[in-house]
């Protein structure tokens, strides 16, 4: 069965800080690792990191996966009060199109 | 821009009533999914369609959870004999095809709380 774990499971931070959020996975013929944010019901996408694409990055946010480890981190920095969220990791196997969901990392950003 | 639509946005029922949950992914999207988050954890999947059928259900709990894609765009997820366990927000998702390397784009989701 695969399996996705966050952590922490809430951070809470000053604007202007920098956050690391984790994510490790356990699954069969992995073919990408997903990352989203949850602000109010719908997930928005993020990033997808691939075997040929560890690394991303779109402004203040980027995300690196360490396949030997079986993992990956989004980073935030300068953090602002609207990146205050709930961010959620997932995995795609090859065989098949669903997603597996870590249970997320609640973010809150203080003024 | 037209994103995947879900209605009702919340559905309160009475335990053992049916409900009916409808999606509406982006046009021109052929796979669509269901997934069900409950309070405090991550979307769990439920099912995924390529085009009208149900491409695969093992998410679907048991047998009182049906879902229907009949004209290959609009889906909508049955619940009979709803349980007090059924309470979660249910969220769509849809992608353009269900092969290679295509991001899910989701819903606002339907809050169903059975009383």
């Known amino acids: 069965e695969d399996k996705v774990v966050q952590s922490p499971l809430s951070l809470v931070v000053h604007e202007g800080d920098t956050v690391t959020l984790n994510c490790s996975y356990e699954v069969t013929n992995f073919r990408s690792l997903l990352w989203y944010k949850q602000e109010k019901k719908a997930p928005t996408f993020l990033f997808m990191l691939?075997?040929?694409?560890i690394e991303k990055k779109s402004g203040r946010l980027s995300s690196i996966l360490d396949k030997k480890e079986l993992s990956s981190i989004l980073n935030i920095t300068a953090t602002q009060t609207g990146d205050s969220a709930i961010y959620l990791c997932a995995v795609r196997r090859n065989a098949g199109n669903m997603l597996t969901f870590g249970g997320g990392t609640r973010l809150m950003v203080k003024p | 821009g037209a994103g995947v639509s879900q209605t009702p946005s919340n559905k309160v029922t009475e335990k053992g009533k049916y409900v009916e949950l409808r999606c509406d992914p982006i046009s021109g999207h052929t796979a669509l999914y269901w997934y069900r988050q409950s309070l405090g954890q991550g979307p769990e999947f439920l099912i995924y369609f390529q085009g009208t059928g149900a491409a695969d259900d093992s998410g679907l709990p048991n047998d009182r959870f049906f879902a229907v894609r009949p004209e290959g765009s609009v889906s909508t997820l049955k619940i009979q004999r709803t349980e007090r366990g059924d309470s979660a927000v249910y969220l769509c998702a849809s992608s353009i095809t269900s092969g290679g390397y295509n991001e899910q784009f989701f819903g606002p989701g339907t809050r169903l709380t059975v009383l």
């Open positions: 691939t075997s040929s694409g």
